[in-house]
């Protein structure tokens, strides 16, 4: 056994590789896909997805999956409801009466649309309709569900003040404002 001595000035020339950490900005292919193998989203044929890491851009498990990746690593990851959109809750399905709703609204099983709430718009699904009720369901979508991803970090950088402070990722890949 020996020690292999690193030449004189041989890391002066190493660049320190950025790795995702919180606060830094990424930008990542994926794609994801339900266990059956069908693929809900996907990054392919389009740019890459950037956020703000720790902003709650992403469901926290994806972020926690990539932590420490660097340009051009790949990571393949299972997320449980739990560490993705969240269980399904039997109490964000309400049965509501059709004339709460404007008459112009379609009211078809299937249709999504966002009720106007003082915190923001709050997304929902009509599940049922029958002649005087309409059965919304304020879950996600993709509550309930175990979901697998395949990611490739294709950069990696920090964010400007700026970005921190709106909490999101401007330029190429994010808000222009
Ligand atoms: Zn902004």
Do not use: C, W
Request: no cysteine; charged share 25%.
């Amino acid at each position: 056994m020996h020690t292999r001595r690193v030449r004189k000035g041989a890391l002066r020339g190493l660049n320190m590789t950025s790795v995702i950490e919180q606060h830094m900005v990424a930008g990542v292919h994926y794609t994801g896909t339900f266990p059956d193998g069908e693929v809900f989203d996907s990054s392919e044929g389009r740019d890459a997805l950037y956020f703000l890491v720790g902003h709650r851009q992403m469901i926290p498990g994806f972020e926690e999956e990539i932590m420490g990746a660097a340009v051009g690593e790949k990571r393949e990851f299972t997320l449980t409801p739990d560490r993705a959109y969240g269980e399904h809750d039997e109490g964000a399905i309400q049965v509501v009466p059709r004339d709460q709703f404007p008459p112009e609204m379609p009211l078809e099983v299937g249709v999504s649309m966002a009720a106007q709430t003082d915190k923001g718009p709050l997304p929902f699904t009509i599940t049922a309709v029958d002649e005087e009720n309409v059965t919304v369901d304020f879950n996600h979508q993709m509550a309930g569900k175990t979901l697998r991803f395949s990611v490739e970090v294709v950069e990696v950088r920090d964010a400007t003040p700026e970005e921190l402070a709106h909490g999101h990722v401007h330029g190429p890949g994010g808000h222009h404002h």
